[in-house]
């Protein structure tokens, strides 16, 4: 059987910052395993990515299309739908090739399947979840598929959709084929993020009150055991060069010891790569950030999202403010960069808030000032996603309506706070010029 998998449009433009496409290459080797021809088509990296679709399809012939949506929207406060072009790229399929068979997943597909089947009435199945198993086994049973976890299937005028797995041992994880889609396509287009990303674990027991993470992958937290993660690092750097790498994990750092044995194993290897990753606050001490920069981190990104403990106990983060600013000293006693990103007008909001929010930023800029190594400070609106709490406290104050349609770019940004974000922009700008202009102006009045 042949199949091919299309990532369709992740970000807005040509000029935005792409990512390898992580989920559709680790299909790609269970459907290779399972004796399927497979290839790969990322519409982010092409020219004309509509043409290439038309193109890839008539030179390939699939008898599966496979499509990934992986974002609803670009979310940072933007009002721009990444839904339009997968509903198009469907429509295309299947006017090219109306014999092939149209199957969608990823993250964006897993939060809205029923409403995206209804929307594109071209697809015929959806997996929502992790799909190692549950892909393979459908195209195995296409015609008469049985219960496989994360199915939706088309029910008469419905769509039925069965749990998602959420239960893949991660002991038994097999990398993705690299070779079906050549990592080099995607080296120097990004300087914000490495465009290469690595899964060290899968899953997230965490309460935040906005995130779907739980949701996409399980709250049971399953880790690759660490040789096996620097075997796939040291692989990657030695056949394609890749030099950098994203820790894809919702929470690097957690639990304790796992991305500390990752990093003893990469500093015994001599592996000589970089890596960021999302770092927790509570579980960033002075032992693991020294191991952590010893092993080629280049960036702790931290997500706080509280301003304030009013903030970090209504988002349920489970954090106080000492820890992020402990975090912060810490981080900012290093030689790698942080980035601190906050959610801005959250439920509770008040003046009172607001002040304490600017302390924090203040804060955390007086700790790095000595040393220059803040990135930056992204300040973002809390973009309401369905089934999470966030969704239900909106619907309570009213802040969306029952006829609200969450499909399409939602904030929750309630008046009379909602434009709190520039002034806590202005903030966080004027502090980061002035920390390195600060400088200039020194080193001029020294010559
Ligand atoms: C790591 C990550 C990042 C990293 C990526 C770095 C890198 N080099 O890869 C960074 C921080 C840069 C990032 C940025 C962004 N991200 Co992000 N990211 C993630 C995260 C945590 C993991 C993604 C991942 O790689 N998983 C591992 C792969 C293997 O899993 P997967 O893609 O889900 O694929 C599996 C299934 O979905 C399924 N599947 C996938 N495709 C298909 C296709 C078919 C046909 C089928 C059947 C199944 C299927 O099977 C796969 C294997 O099991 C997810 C949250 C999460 N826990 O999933 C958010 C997430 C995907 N990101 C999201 C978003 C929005 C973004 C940004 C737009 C945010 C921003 N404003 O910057 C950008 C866009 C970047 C881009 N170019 O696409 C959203 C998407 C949903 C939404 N709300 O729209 C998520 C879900 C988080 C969220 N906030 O809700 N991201």
Redesign the pocket.
């Known amino acids: 059987m042949r199949v091919l998998?299309i990532q369709t449009p992740?970000?807005e433009g040509i000029a935005?910052?792409?990512?390898?496409p992580?989920?559709?290459a680790?299909?790609g080797g269970s459907l290779e395993h399972s004796g399927c021809k497979v290839e790969l088509l990322d519409m982010?990296i092409e020219a004309d990515p509509f043409g290439a679709v038309k193109k890839r399809l008539l030179g390939f012939r699939p008898d599966v299309v496979?499509?990934?949506l992986?974002?609803?929207?670009?979310?940072?406060n933007k009002t721009s739908s990444l839904v339009p072009p997968f509903l198009v790229t469907a429509a295309l399929v299947a006017s090219v090739l109306p014999k092939a068979r149209l199957?969608?997943?990823?993250?964006?597909f897993?939060?809205f399947p029923e409403r995206l089947m209804r929307e594109a009435p071209e697809i015929h199945y959806?997996?929502i979840?992790?799909?190692?198993t549950s892909?393979p086994a459908l195209l195995a049973s296409l015609d008469n598929p049985p219960a496989l976890k994360g199915l939706c299937a088309r029910r008469g005028k419905g769509i039925h959709v069965t749990p998602p797995s959420g239960g893949?041992a991660m002991a038994h994880y097999a990398p993705p084929r690299r070779h079906l889609l050549d990592p080099a396509l995607y080296s120097g287009i990004n300087s914000y993020?490495?465009?290469?990303?690595i899964?060290t674990k899968r899953g997230?027991p965490f309460h935040c009150a906005y995130?779907?993470?739980p949701k996409?992958?399980g709250r049971r937290v399953r880790c690759r055991p660490p040789f096996e993660v620097v075997n796939e690092m040291e692989s990657l750097h030695r056949e394609y060069g890749v030099e950098r790498f994203?820790f894809?994990d919702?929470v690097a750092n957690f639990p304790e010891g796992h991305l500390e044995d990752i990093c003893r194993e990469l500093v015994r290897r001599k592996v000589r790569v970089k890596w960021d990753a999302f770092l927790r606050e509570d579980y960033f001490n002075e032992g693991n950030a020294a191991l952590f920069e010893r092993a080629g981190c280049e960036c702790f990104s931290f997500s706080p999202d509280g301003l304030c403990r009013e903030s970090l106990d209504v988002l349920d983060k489970r954090l106080s403010e000492r820890d992020v600013l402990k975090a912060a000293t810490l981080a900012a006693a290093t030689d790698v960069m942080s980035v601190y990103h906050f959610m801005v007008n959250v439920p509770g909001e008040t003046e009172k808030t607001c002040e304490k929010g600017i302390r924090m930023i203040e804060t955390i800029y007086d700790r790095h000032v000595r040393k220059k190594n803040l990135g930056t400070v992204v300040l973002n609106n809390i973009?309401i996603?369905p089934g999470t709490p966030i969704e239900v406290l909106a619907r309570k104050l009213g802040v969306v309506g029952p006829e609200t349609d969450l499909l399409y770019p939602t904030y929750f940004n309630p008046e009379p706070f909602q434009t709190f974000r520039y002034r806590l922009e202005a903030l966080h700008l004027s502090r980061n010029v002035f920390m390195w202009q600060q400088e200039r102006k020194n080193e001029d009045s020294a010559a």
């Open positions: 998998l992740s970000v935005q910052e792409k990512v390898y992580l989920g559709i680790t299909l982010n496979g499509l990934s992986r974002n609803i929207d670009p979310l940072a199957v969608a997943g990823g993250t964006g897993s939060l959806g997996i979840g992790e799909a190692e892909l893949l993020v490495p465009p290469i990303g899964e997230c995130c779907v993470y996409l992958q994203h894809t919702p973009r996603l």
